[in-house]
C-alpha cells in the first residue's frame, strides 16, 4: 500500500490502520516521490491526497495512469468536487472526503483490492455483470433484480451497464454522458438526474440503501445495498 499526504497525522492514523490489517505500507509526502514509489515498489493499492505540495493530485493520477492500473483512492476536502472530479477523469478508481472515517476508507481500501483481483484472474469479459441481485446480461441486453425482469430504454440498460461494469467505483458525469451519450456529450448533467431517477424507480431502490448511489457534484456509482460497497 502506499499513502500519499503530506499531513503526518493522517500518514500516521491511515498507516497504522493497513498495517494492522497486515499490509506493507509505503508513504510519501509529496507527488513526485509517490509516482517513484508506484513505479519501483508496485504497490496494491494508492491512497492519494489532492492537496500535495509540488503536484496536483490529478496530476499525479494521470502520470501513474500512463503506465499502471493500480487502484487509486484519492482524499479530497469538503467543497473540492471540481478537483475530486477532475482525479477521477484522469484516472482514480474512488474518492474519500476528509475528515473521513477509518472503517469507510478501509472498506473502499477491500473494495479496490477485490476489483484489481477479479480483473487479474479474468480471461475475457464477464457478458453477465452481477452486483449483489442485480443480474445485467451484456449481450442480450436484458437485466433483472432477484429475478425481476427490468423493463428498461436503451439508453437506461447503458448507463445501468456502465455503472455494473465497474461496480462500487464512482464515474463522473462526463464519463458517463461520453460513453452513453457519445463523445459530443460532457456538461449535459440534467440527462443523468432525469435517467437516475427512472433507474432508482425501476429499481425499486430503498432510500436508506440506495444501489444506485448519487455523489453529488461529482457522478454516480453503483454499490451492493446489502453492503453498501
Not at 507527488?31 to 489532492?50: C, F, N, S, Y
Not at 428498461?152 to 460513453?179: D, I, M, N, Y
Request: charged letters at 25%; proline letters at 7%; aromatic letters at 4%.
Amino acid at each position: 500500500m502506499l499513502v500519499v499526504d503530506d499531513e503526518p497525522a493522517i500518514l500516521r492514523a491511515v498507516g497504522a490502520a493497513l498495517g494492522a490489517r497486515h499490509h506493507r505500507v509505503l508513504t510519501a509526502t509529496d507527488g513526485r516521490a509517490a509516482i517513484e514509489l508506484a513505479a519501483t515498489e508496485t504497490p496494491d493499492v494508492i491512497v492519494l491526497d489532492l492537496g500535495l505540495p509540488d503536484l496536483d493530485g490529478a496530476e499525479v493520477c494521470a502520470r501513474i495512469r500512463e503506465w499502471s492500473s493500480v487502484p487509486i483512492i484519492v482524499l479530497s476536502a469538503d467543497g473540492a468536487d471540481d478537483r475530486k472530479v477532475a482525479a477521477l477523469d484522469a484516472g482514480a478508481d474512488d474518492y474519500v472526503t476528509k475528515p473521513f472515517s477509518t472503517p469507510e476508507l478501509l472498506a473502499r481500501v477491500r473494495v479496490a483490492l477485490r476489483h484489481a483481483r477479479e480483473a487479474g484472474t479474468a480471461g475475457v469479459e464477464p457478458s453477465v455483470l452481477r452486483v449483489g441481485d442485480l443480474e445485467v446480461d451484456l449481450p442480450h441486453h436484458r437485466a433483472s433484480v432477484a429475478g425481476r425482469g427490468l423493463d428498461l430504454t436503451p439508453k437506461e440498460f447503458g448507463f445501468l451497464a456502465l455503472l455494473a461494469s465497474h461496480p462500487g467505483r464512482v464515474l463522473t458525469h462526463r464519463t458517463v454522458l461520453q460513453a452513453v451519450w457519445g463523445p459530443e456529450y460532457g456538461t449535459e448533467t440534467q440527462y443523468l438526474r432525469v435517467y437516475a431517477s427512472q433507474l432508482r424507480k425501476k429499481l425499486r431502490d430503498d432510500p436508506e440503501r440506495p444501489r444506485l448511489v448519487t455523489e453529488p457534484g461529482v457522478g454516480y456509482r453503483l454499490v451492493d445495498p446489502s453492503t453498501g460497497v
